[in-house]
Every structure is written in C-alpha cells, then in structure tokens.
C-alpha cells in the first residue's frame, strides 16, 4: 500500500516496525463516558501507563495540551487525539452492545486533524457510527470523509473507530454489521481500526481480512477478572488483530502499569493469558474457599462434572456446594472442596489412594478393594462413589481446577501448596 | 437419532391424575428443530391436545412443566423452568418462567417436560424422582402457606429435593395464583389455580443424572465465550450490585415509573424506594443455577422479622409507587404476604393501586373494602389488602379476581382498570414509553413485559416517545425473547450477549446445524406465530390487542412524556405488517408455510 511519507513516519512511531503491532491505551473518556477517578487524576495513571511500555495513548484535545509533556523522549508512547466527541453521556452496556441514548443524540468535531498534528500527534481517532437511521449515517460518512481528506493532505494517519450501536443492531446482523463498518472505513481512508471485538475468532477474522488496514481491538467497560480482558486481546490478535485500544481495563485497573505489561507480553512478547494470570502456572496447588463470595450458583459442580465425565449433573462432582435458603433465617452458601488433608490416603488400608508427584491424589483401581474408608474418613464429606463404587475424589484437573476457572464470584480459588504431608489440613 | 445425548434428555413425561397413569414419550425431532423447547415445546404440545374453547381450570387442560436445551447445562442462568398452560385469567395462552433450580433438576431427572392432566382424587404432591414417578397423597398440606409447605416438605423429602407448590390461593383457583419453586415463581397468569384445579398441592423433583452434548469442546467454549461476556457488562454488574431495581431511578427519570394506579410516571419519594435505598435491608446476593449474573437479593425487614427474596424492580413498582407507598418494610412485607398466599406480587399490586383509586374517586366506600382506608400512600391499607387477597378473606375473594372483573362492578371504572387481555399490567407506563406500550398490548399472554419489551426504550436505547421504528423494534426484542424462553435463559443474558451467542450454544448443545443466528431468531417468529395462533383459535382477534382507555385517551399531566397517549393504532398496523400478518393480526397462510409451521400443525384449523 502506498502512503504519504508523512502518514508512513507516524505509523512506525504507533506501530513497532519489528512485529506491526501496536498497544495503545485510550485515555479519552470524559464525562461522556463516567468521570470517574481514572478520568479526573488521570496524570498519575499516564504515568504508570508510559512505565508500563505503551505505544501509544490516546486522548482528548484538551487532554494532550495539558499532559502532553509526558510524552517528550524518543521512547515514549505516541500521541493519538480524539478530534470528535458525543453531546451526551453513554451507558455502556457490555462491550459490542453499547447503549446510546439517540434522543437528540449528536457526534460533533472538536479538533481539525491539523490541531492535532501541532500537538505532535501521530494519528486521530474518530469514530464511525452505524445502525442507526440512513440520515444518521449518511452524515457519519460524510464526517469521515472529511477527516480522511485532511489527513491525506497532511500526511496524518486516521484511526477510525466504527461503533455498531443503533437500534437496528441485533444478535442476528452484528457481526455482520461490525465486519461492514471495517470494510466502509477502509474505504473511506482509514489507516487503522479501533474495533470492538465481535465475540468470537471467526467472525474477527473475516473483519480483520475485509479490513486490509491494521486492526487495534478495544476493550470496553472494565471487566472485573482482568483474565476476561486479557483472553480477548489473545483471541483478537489470533484473529489477525494488530494489536489494541483498550481504556477502562487499563485506566480502571488496579495496577494500570501492570496490565499494560501484560498486554504488552502478549502483543509483542508472545506470551500467553495462561502464563500471564496464573502466577500459580506449574506448581503446586491447593484449592481454597471464600464462602462469603459464594452466590450457591452450583456452576462448580457443573464445572466439576462436565469436564471429567462427559455430561453435566450435580452427582458425580468431586466438590459440593451447602445451600440453605432463607426460609428459616439467614441464608448460607458454602462451597465444601478437597483440601487435599489427607485423610483418605491416610485410611486406606490398600495403599490404593497416593499423591502423585505433584502433590495430586489418584487412585489405583487395581488394588482399591471399594471399603470407601476413605469415604468415611473425609472430614469434608466430598469423597463421592461412582457407580462402578469406586470413590471419587478431587485431581485438581490435572493442575488446572475447572472450579476454580468457572466460579465467577472467585468464592473457590487456587493456592499455592506447600507439602504434600498428610498432617496439613487446611479448614476453608 | 435420539435427542438424548443432544442436549435433550427426549423424553416428555405424561401424567394422568385421573388414572395415575405414567407414560413417556420422546420428542420428535422436528419439533426440537423447529421449536427448540421451553416455550416452543409447550406450546406446541398445549395447541395439539387442548381442545379449543375449554375450561382453564377443567381436568382436561394440560398443566406443562417445560425445560430447555440448554437447562442443566452450563450456559449461563440455564436452570430455568418453563410454565405453559392456558390462563384461567383470560384464557389465553399462559408462558411463565422461574429461576432458582428446580428446572434443572427436572431435566437431570431425565425429562424436557412434564405433562400433567386430569384431577387427582384427593389433595396430592406429584413426586419425580429420576424414573420412579408417583403421586402422593398430600391432604395434611392442603391449606398450608408456601413456606409452611416448602419445608415440610423439605422434612419430608430431603434437602435435594427441589418443590413446586402453590399457596392457599391456588388451592381456591385464584386467577392471580402462582406456582412457587423455592424462593422463585411461575407467578403470572394464574398456573397455580390450574395447579390447584388439579388437586395438586406440590411437584417434588429429584434428580441425579446428567445432561450431555453434541459437541462437549465446543459448547464449553461457546459457554465460555457468552459467559465472559456477561461477566464484561457493566449493565450485569449493576444487576449484581443493585439487583433488577438498579433501574428504577433511570425509569422514574425517563417519566415511565407508573405511579398510583399509572396516574403518573414518576414517583416523588423514588429516593426511598430506589436501589440505594434497599441496601441496608439486603444481606446476601445469591445466584440461579449456572448463573454468573447473580441479581438475586435476600432482604431481611426487621420491623417485621422477615426474609424475603427481592425486591425485583417489578415488586417495588407494583407495591410501591403504584400504590404510593414508599414505605420500604411495608413494601417487603406485602411482598412476603404475597409469596406467602401464593399469589403474583404484580397483579396484586395492580388491585391495591386499582381499589385505591376507586376508594379515593368514591366509587367504592370504605364498607366496600372492608373498613379499610384505601389512601394511595397508606402502608396499612397495602398490607391489610394484600393480606384479604393472599388469603381470599372478606373483600380480599372480590379482589382477587383481578381488575378487569373488579372494574365490572364499578360502572365508568373501565378506563383507569389496568389490565390488557384480562392481566394488569407490569412496570412501564406505557404512555411514556410507546414501543413498550406496544408491547403490552400485542403480548400473548395479556399486558406483559418479558415477551419483547424494549426496555432499552427507558434507559436510553431509542427515543420513548416517537411510535417510529417501534413495530420492528419490538418485533426484533420479542422474537429474541421467545428463543430465550425456548433455550431456556434468562432475559438478562441480553445485557451481555445476543442470539450470536446463543446461535453458537444451541449448535454444539443439539448439533441441529442452524446456518446462521437469523435461522435462530426464526424460531422465536416461528414460536410467536404459534401461540398467536393458539389465542386466535380461542377467539382472541385484534379488539383484544389493545390498552386501558387511560393510556390512549388521557394526556399524561406531568414529566417527559406529559401530553403524551399511546398512538396505538398505527403501531399495531406496522406491527402486523412487520409480521406478515394481515390488517387483523391474522397471520397469513404464506407466512405460515414459510415458517416451516404447516410441518407442525394443522393449517386447516385456521383462523380465516
């Protein structure tokens, strides 16, 4: 593709000419969005975003002009500004259903593509809606095209950004919807995409092929697991993504520097969600619980049962969840787990239950001779008979607890196990 | 091949309390294509074998317990149950759906649906317990309260036993009756007086097998991927935090709050019923089976001594600022008094606020309602006429026969009765919200608003105001919602995800191969069309598709939306035409073929 000199600079400023990717955190939401902390003190949280090796950095006008000195030094992130913003505040709804209220709903330009190349900036954002009424677009089209001919003039490449959030937006056609608006913004001239993930691999893909231009993924509304958002910056790129935009699960995060990093690990360092989150990848585990976390939702068990025997039930699950509803005062969840205390190795009289070499009981069916001592013996009450009659018993799933992945409420989680003696009984 | 191993367990389990005759039979697979479950599979075993024109509360009409697919499974919030049965409040088609997990525990018992006819010979519980199914007799429950029962029979069958009962108000075939599972209900329409018709106090379900899938890899992942999107809303998260009355303070702003029997739409002491305001009565979230939203909030009053689950928005509407009540203890407790008796806390509220306005405009005395000082605003009069109509005392046997049969006794009362199709109406005032207004007047079942109400309407989707756009709007929200109700999930999933999701989910569950999320949202149109046709064949017609005369003739006088009525008829017509139907709301034998629906039933029976 042939580009303006101008336009080719300021790309290799974004992108990193090793690889052609690119993290960028957007730190442009304002009232529009929520003013929150991260919006108001948000020079502290820069800060911590440059530290943790950003590419670049999008921002209001406003923004740049006050916090721009952050961003002296050849090896601080790039400047990107927002240069058109919307007259009222969203309700973000999940991160490809935005809300919009489109009553007297209006998008407007606040910076010229030249405002913002006298900030040093090394490309705008602006955004691109469809799904709404043919009017409506037509004038979104019209903005675009606007921006996209000042920008050829001056050599500034435009990241557009297609928000696929009208009423006409369905399940049934966003994908497609979202796929369409990649195409029409290449062809109005965009360089790059800020684009919200569409879901799933398949359908990523078709938009990063339809595309042709590099692909930044967004985030959305800040997820509480930061796994969830990392998971999606893995699938994105997967699908041929360049790399991403993400602003609420940075600047909300609790260590902003941090999850910069770990996106930065898996754009440019090849690294997976696996090895970024779990801090506990390869050694030795225990499982623990948090009761009060626990909403009774049982998907433990289905976890638990789905993933060792084929089919979901309650029966079967190597764990058990104490559910006592309120009728008669206050009510209780508890999920009750393996603890790995050792009793039941401890009680068999065959020596058919052992701890593996990583710390994990099996048992040998060959020498079990089904006296479920070590039914009896459990303290807990989750060592469980199959219908053959052998006992069942927490494996940890092989080192990756499908209860721990699936429990949303984080009420059963992995710890670190330091022995394997049978004297250390842990009481969640 | 059998749907068994597909997601379904194929079997439907018939029971006939005249005979205690058990009998299974498997599902045709067309019809699972087709129709899915849940609603769709209700509905169409309740179109074959109720005879047209039949008594509601008669041994021959079909008491259906309906699952999904997907229940059992770990898509996220499939534990749900389905109710389809036809209404003895209006004798129309009756879908009704509760969490909590009795739904699953169905289906791991090893049925999609449980078919109950006849009338057992004495009061009975209907005990499922994997394959072994019987009835047992119940006389000494008879009378009982839902709570009393739930734990006797708790005592009674062990703590995995999971119930459906019905209070003293099924018992006595109240139309307003519910059918209680746990702390959850199948509360709209009146199945519980269908229930209690039957002489059938209790289903008792256990189960202890599993449900398995077409493609196990894939669906965990597609499970994975829906779940993480819910798990990324801040819509959910406020669900979580705040619970369903997180929206209240955005509906009251909007105007659309319905306030003192739907005189207004914004309520002046919305601070002290608003979602902040409940925290300090909340003591614990808990979840439905597999459901990683978790809404559910368990309120303790101390004034009372009570524990309740709620409030839901729809509760602290219906008791709260549609009676004008802001008491919130007084709130908790008619909604304790209602899941107590057994009856739908939305309809009950809908009475309250009706009788309140007929007190206060001297249609009916203080001696017409039992001495009581039926005052909108007055916490005593709600509590003591939920009480009379939870027990079907005095003026409470009046009441409890709904609006519409309550307004027949008051001349000139017709215009401000709140109901459509006989079902008084959930809360959104439709004047300030016209594709919600919509909504209630086409709904099936009468006036509600989980077949398709744009809610997104209120919370700053679309303009409220304008009728543009609004037929297909609703079209789009409804037929979506009738693929919830046949999977079965729960409406909130739509916070986070969409039928791309859910497309993605059915096909590794089934491995039906549907192409597309669009040949999803066609059985929901399929679905749609069906009951559509069921309420026609009673002789609903498009005179029944309509408001109260307050919401169409009567200026709203104050907030957003005041000077506004619901323009309704040119509403119905673009619906009908978004439809394919024709000017009556009569769907065309065209369409029906192309929805494949002439492979399902017998077009000849049509409406023409």
């Given at each position: 593709?042939?580009?303006?000199?101008?336009?080719?600079?300021?790309?290799?400023?974004?992108?990193?000419?090793?690889?052609?990717?690119?993290?960028?955190?957007?730190?442009d939401?304002?009232?529009?969005?929520?003013?929150?902390?991260?919006v108001?003190?948000?020079?502290?949280?820069?800060?911590?975003?440059?530290?943790?090796?950003?590419?670049?950095?999008?921002?209001?006008?406003?923004?740049a002009?006050?916090?721009?000195?952050?961003?002296?030094?050849?090896?601080?992130?790039?400047?990107?500004?927002?240069?058109?913003?919307?007259?009222?505040?969203?309700?973000g709804?999940?991160?490809?259903?935005?809300?919009?209220?489109?009553?007297?709903?209006?998008?407007?330009?606040?910076?010229?593509?030249?405002?913002?190349?006298?900030?040093?900036?090394?490309?705008?954002?602006?955004?691109?809606?469809?799904?709404?009424?043919?009017?409506?677009?037509?004038?979104?089209?019209e903005?675009?095209?606007?921006?996209?001919?000042?920008?050829?003039?001056?050599?500034?490449?435009?990241?557009?950004e297609?928000?696929?959030?009208?009423?006409?937006?369905?399940?049934?056609?966003?994908?497609?919807?979202l796929?369409?608006?990649?195409?029409?913004?290449?062809?109005?001239?965009?360089?790059?995409?800020?684009?919200?993930?569409?879901?799933?691999?398949?359908?990523?893909?078709?938009?990063?092929?339809?595309?042709?231009?590099?692909?930044?993924?967004?985030?959305?509304?800040?997820?509480?697991?930061?796994?969830?958002?990392?998971?999606?910056?893995?699938?994105?790129?997967?699908?041929?993504?360049?790399?991403?935009?993400?602003?609420?699960?940075?600047?909300?995060?609790?260590?902003?520097?941090?999850?910069?990093?770990?996106?930065?690990?898996?754009?440019?360092?090849?690294?997976?969600?696996?090895?970024?989150?779990?801090?506990?990848?390869?050694?030795?585990?225990?499982?623990?619980?948090?009761?009060?976390?626990?909403?009774?939702?049982?998907?433990?068990?289905?976890?638990?049962?789905?993933?060792?025997?084929?089919?979901?039930?309650?029966?079967?699950?190597?764990?058990?969840v104490?559910?006592?509803?309120?009728?008669?005062?206050?009510p209780?969840?508890?999920?009750?787990?393996?603890?790995?205390?050792?009793?039941?190795?401890?009680?068999?009289?065959t020596?058919?239950?052992?701890?593996?070499?990583?710390?994990?009981?099996?048992?040998?069916?060959?020498?079990?001779?089904?006296?479920?001592?070590?039914?009896?013996?459990?303290?807990?009450?989750?060592?469980?008979?199959?219908?053959?009659?052998?006992?069942?018993?927490?494996?940890?799933?092989?080192?990756?607890?499908?209860?721990?992945?699936?429990?949303?409420?984080?009420?059963?989680?992995?710890?670190?196990?330091?022995?394997?003696?049978?004297?250390?009984?842990?009481?969640? | 091949?059998?749907?068994?191993?597909?997601?379904?367990?194929?079997?439907?389990?018939?029971?006939?309390?005249?005979?205690?005759?058990?009998?299974?039979?498997?599902?045709p697979?067309?019809?699972?294509?087709?129709?899915?479950?849940?609603?769709?599979?209700?509905?169409?075993?309740?179109?074959?074998?109720?005879?047209?024109?039949?008594?509601?509360?008669?041994?021959?009409?079909?008491?259906?317990?309906?699952?999904?697919?997907?229940?059992?499974t770990?898509?996220?919030?499939?534990?749900?149950?389905?109710?389809?049965?036809?209404?003895?409040?209006?004798?129309?088609?009756?879908?009704?759906?509760?969490?909590?997990?009795?739904?699953?525990?169905?289906?791991?018992a090893?049925?999609?649906?449980?078919?109950?006819?006849?009338?057992?010979?004495?009061?009975?519980?209907?005990?499922?317990?994997d394959?072994?199914?019987?009835?047992?007799?119940?006389r000494?429950?008879?009378?009982?309260?839902?709570?009393?029962?739930?734990?006797?029979?708790?005592?009674?069958?062990?703590?995995?036993?999971?119930?459906?009962?019905?209070?003293?108000?099924?018992?006595?075939?109240?139309?307003?009756?519910g059918?209680?599972?746990?702390?959850?209900?199948?509360?709209?329409?009146g199945?519980?007086?269908?229930?209690?018709?039957?002489?059938?106090?209790?289903?008792?379900?256990?189960?202890?097998g599993?449900?398995?899938?077409?493609?196990?890899?894939?669906?965990?992942?597609?499970?994975?991927?829906?779940s993480?999107?819910?798990r990324?809303?801040?819509?959910?998260?406020?669900?979580?935090?705040?619970?369903?009355?997180?929206?209240?303070?955005?509906?009251?702003?909007?105007?659309?709050?319905?306030?003192?029997?739907?005189?207004?739409?914004?309520?002046?002491?919305?601070?002290?019923?608003?979602?902040?305001?409940w925290?300090?009565?909340?003591?614990?979230?808990?979840?439905?089976?597999?459901?990683?939203?978790?809404?559910t909030?368990?309120a303790?009053?101390?004034?009372?001594?009570?524990?309740?689950?709620?409030?839901?928005?729809?509760?602290?509407?219906?008791?709260?600022?549609?009676?004008?009540?802001?008491?919130?203890?007084?709130?908790?407790?008619a909604?304790?008094l209602?899941?107590?008796?057994?009856?739908?806390?939305?309809?009950?509220g809908?009475?309250?606020?009706?009788?309140?306005?007929?007190?206060?405009?001297?249609?009916?005395?203080?001696?017409d309602?039992?001495?009581?000082?039926?005052?909108?605003?007055?916490?005593?009069?709600l509590?003591?006429?939920?009480?009379?109509?939870?027990?079907?005392?005095?003026v409470?046997?009046?009441?409890?026969?709904?609006?519409?049969?309550?307004?027949?006794?008051?001349?000139?009362?017709?215009?401000?009765?709140?109901?459509?199709?006989?079902?008084?109406?959930?809360g959104?005032?439709?004047?300030?919200?016209?594709?919600?207004?919509?909504?209630?007047?086409?709904?099936?079942?009468?006036?509600?608003?989980?077949?398709?109400?744009p809610?997104?309407?209120?919370?700053?989707?679309?303009?409220?105001?304008?009728?543009?756009?609004?037929?297909?709007?609703?079209?789009?929200?409804?037929?979506?919602?009738?693929?919830?109700?046949?999977?079965?999930?729960?409406?909130?999933?739509?916070?986070g995800?969409?039928?791309?999701?859910?497309?993605?989910?059915?096909?590794?569950a089934?491995?039906?191969g549907?192409?597309?999320?669009?040949?999803?949202?066609?059985?929901?149109?399929?679905?749609?069309?069906?009951?559509?046709?069921?309420?026609?064949?009673?002789?609903?017609?498009?005179?029944?598709?309509?408001?109260?005369?307050?919401?169409?003739?009567?200026?709203?006088?104050?907030?957003?939306?005041?000077?506004?009525?619901?323009?309704?008829?040119?509403?119905?017509?673009?619906?009908?035409?978004?439809m394919?139907?024709?000017?009556?709301?009569?769907?065309?034998?065209?369409?029906?073929?192309?929805?494949?629906?002439?492979?399902?039933?017998?077009?000849?029976?049509?409406?023409?």
């Amino acid at each position: 593709m042939i580009l303006s000199p101008g336009k080719r600079q300021r790309l290799n400023r974004l992108f990193d000419p090793r690889d052609g990717r690119a993290v960028c955190v957007a730190a442009d939401h304002g009232w529009m969005s929520d003013p929150t902390e991260n919006v108001i003190r948000l020079k502290p949280i820069l800060e911590q975003v440059i530290e943790g090796g950003a590419d670049g950095v999008l921002m209001s006008y406003g923004t740049a002009q006050r916090l721009g000195h952050l961003f002296h030094g050849r090896e601080k992130p790039a400047i990107l500004i927002r240069a058109d913003w919307m007259n009222l505040p969203r309700l973000g709804a999940s991160n490809v259903s935005n809300i919009l209220p489109v009553v007297n709903f209006r998008k407007r330009a606040t910076s010229f593509a030249s405002d913002a190349l006298a900030m040093g900036a090394s490309a705008i954002t602006i955004y691109y809606f469809i799904g709404y009424s043919d009017e409506f677009e037509a004038l979104n089209i019209e903005q675009a095209a606007c921006y996209a001919r000042e920008c050829r003039r001056i050599g500034l490449p435009l990241i557009i950004e297609p928000m696929a959030v009208g009423g006409m937006v369905t399940g049934v056609n966003i994908a497609e919807v979202l796929i369409a608006s990649a195409r029409i913004a290449y062809e109005i001239g965009a360089d790059a995409l800020k684009v919200p993930y569409t879901g799933d691999v398949n359908t990523f893909r078709e938009l990063c092929r339809v595309a042709q231009v590099p692909v930044l993924v967004l985030g959305g509304a800040k997820s509480d697991h930061p796994r969830d958002a990392l998971e999606v910056v893995e699938e994105a790129l997967h699908a041929g993504a360049a790399g991403t935009v993400f602003g609420r699960n940075v600047t909300k995060a609790k260590d902003p520097k941090k999850m910069v990093q770990d996106i930065v690990a898996l754009v440019h360092g090849g690294k997976t969600v696996d090895e970024i989150t779990n801090p506990l990848h390869g050694q030795r585990i225990r499982l623990g619980t948090v009761s009060s976390r626990c909403t009774g939702c049982h998907i433990c068990l289905l976890a638990c049962t789905g993933s060792h025997n084929g089919g979901y039930g309650h029966a079967g699950a190597r764990l058990r969840v104490e559910h006592r509803s309120f009728v008669e005062g206050a009510p209780s969840f508890r999920p009750v787990v393996c603890t790995l205390c050792g009793r039941c190795v401890e009680a068999c009289p065959t020596g058919a239950l052992h701890y593996d070499g990583r710390g994990i009981i099996r048992l040998d069916r060959d020498s079990c001779d089904r006296c479920l001592d070590c039914q009896k013996a459990c303290p807990f009450g989750v060592v469980f008979q199959d219908q053959d009659g052998y006992p069942v018993i927490c494996d940890l799933c092989g080192g990756d607890p499908q209860c721990v992945r699936w429990c949303k409420y984080d009420a059963i989680i992995a710890l670190p196990k330091r022995r394997t003696t049978k004297e250390e009984i842990h009481v969640a | 091949m059998s749907l068994e191993g597909r997601a379904y367990k194929d079997c439907i389990l018939r029971v006939d309390l005249d005979t205690g005759r058990v009998e299974r039979e498997s599902i045709p697979e067309e019809v699972a294509r087709l129709l899915l479950g849940g609603r769709g599979l209700g509905s169409w075993l309740l179109y074959h074998e109720l005879e047209p024109g039949y008594d509601p509360l008669g041994p021959r009409n079909l008491l259906i317990f309906v699952t999904g697919p997907l229940t059992g499974t770990m898509a996220p919030t499939a534990g749900r149950v389905g109710l389809v049965t036809k209404s003895p409040a209006n004798g129309a088609i009756l879908d009704s759906y509760a969490g909590g997990f009795f739904g699953e525990t169905l289906k791991f018992a090893g049925y999609d649906a449980v078919a109950i006819r006849g009338v057992a010979p004495e009061p009975s519980v209907l005990v499922i317990e994997d394959e072994k199914v019987r009835l047992e007799p119940a006389r000494d429950l008879w009378g009982s309260d839902v709570f009393d029962t739930r734990l006797a029979l708790q005592k009674r069958f062990g703590d995995s036993a999971l119930t459906a009962v019905i209070g003293p108000a099924g018992e006595r075939r109240s139309p307003i009756a519910g059918i209680f599972c746990e702390t959850r209900s199948l509360a709209r329409g009146g199945g519980g007086a269908v229930m209690g018709s039957k002489n059938l106090k209790a289903v008792v379900v256990r189960g202890s097998g599993r449900v398995s899938v077409h493609d196990p890899q894939e669906f965990e992942q597609a499970v994975w991927i829906a779940s993480r999107m819910l798990r990324m809303s801040s819509q959910i998260k406020r669900m979580q935090t705040d619970g369903t009355v997180n929206i209240l303070e955005l509906i009251n702003a909007a105007g659309g709050l319905p306030t003192r029997n739907f005189q207004s739409g914004q309520f002046e002491a919305v601070e002290e019923i608003r979602c902040e305001a409940w925290h300090s009565h909340w003591r614990r979230t808990s979840a439905c089976h597999a459901c990683p939203i978790g809404c559910t909030k368990i309120a303790y009053s101390e004034r009372y001594g009570i524990w309740i689950d709620g409030p839901e928005y729809e509760t602290t509407f219906a008791l709260g600022s549609n009676t004008g009540v802001s008491d919130r203890d007084a709130i908790l407790y008619a909604n304790y008094l209602c899941d107590k008796y057994g009856v739908d806390a939305i309809s009950v509220g809908g009475i309250v606020a009706f009788a309140m306005e007929l007190y206060e405009r001297r249609f009916a005395s203080k001696s017409d309602l039992d001495g009581v000082e039926a005052r909108f605003g007055n916490p005593e009069a709600l509590i003591q006429l939920c009480e009379k109509i939870g027990k079907g005392e005095g003026v409470g046997a009046f009441l409890e026969k709904g609006v519409r049969a309550v307004s027949r006794a008051f001349p000139g009362s017709e215009s401000f009765a709140m109901h459509v199709k006989g079902l008084e109406l959930p809360g959104y005032l439709p004047r300030a919200a016209k594709g919600i207004a919509l909504s209630y007047a086409i709904s099936e079942r009468g006036a509600c608003h989980l077949h398709g109400s744009p809610i997104i309407e209120l919370l700053g989707g679309a303009d409220p105001l304008t009728t543009e756009g609004k037929a297909l709007l609703f079209r789009t929200n409804q037929l979506d919602t009738a693929v919830i109700d046949a999977c079965i999930l729960c409406y909130f999933t739509k916070f986070g995800f969409t039928l791309k999701e859910v497309h993605q989910m059915l096909n590794a569950a089934t491995g039906f191969g549907y192409r597309n999320p669009r040949e999803v949202e066609r059985i929901g149109e399929r679905i749609t069309n069906l009951a559509r046709l069921f309420n026609l064949r009673e002789g609903f017609s498009e005179r029944d598709d309509t408001l109260p005369g307050r919401c169409l003739r009567e200026p709203l006088p104050s907030g957003p939306a005041k000077g506004h009525v619901v323009e309704l008829d040119r509403m119905k017509a673009e619906y009908y035409q978004a439809m394919g139907w024709d000017e009556h709301g009569i769907p065309t034998l065209r369409k029906l073929q192309e929805l494949q629906l002439d492979q399902l039933i017998e077009l000849k029976d049509l409406p023409h």
